[in-house]
């Protein structure tokens, strides 16, 4: 059974960082694109950014790219985002989830591709 745990949300004033962290047991990520995704109170879910299983071309959405960064770490089955100048807007529940059998140098931006999924962490921005 495929388990994803993350980790690194939290309370944080406006213009702070927090890195988030996706850990991934049950399954080897090394061959499965990754994803982050949001869902703030009263919305549907978005993404975030997502990542190919080679690292290359990584994707973000227009509203945090540039202060966000997604990663990756095979040998460690774990998925990182790097959130710097956080703003009240970026205040939801962060999701990591797996896309398996994603071809090379690919990944995709929308929810329903991906096949397994964490339970989310907690990030609130207070302005």
């Known amino acids: 059974q495929v388990q994803l745990v993350e980790s690194g949300g939290g309370l944080v004033q406006a213009r702070g960082s927090l890195r988030l962290s996706c850990v991934v047991s049950g399954r080897t990520i090394s061959r499965d694109a990754m994803g982050w995704f949001r869902q703030a109170p009263g919305k549907e879910r978005e993404f975030v950014a997502s990542m190919s299983w080679s690292g290359l071309r990584p994707y973000y959405a227009d509203s945090v790219k540039g202060r966000f960064t997604i990663s990756r770490d095979n040998a460690k089955n774990t998925v990182y985002l790097q959130m710097n100048s956080l703003k009240p807007e970026d205040t939801a529940v962060y999701y990591c989830?797996?896309?398996?059998?994603?071809?090379?140098?690919?990944?995709?931006?929308?929810?329903?591709?991906?096949?397994?999924w964490g339970q989310g962490t907690q990030v609130t921005v207070s302005s």
């Open positions: 989830a797996g896309d398996r059998d994603r071809p090379y140098g690919s990944s995709s931006r929308t929810s329903i591709e991906y096949d397994y």
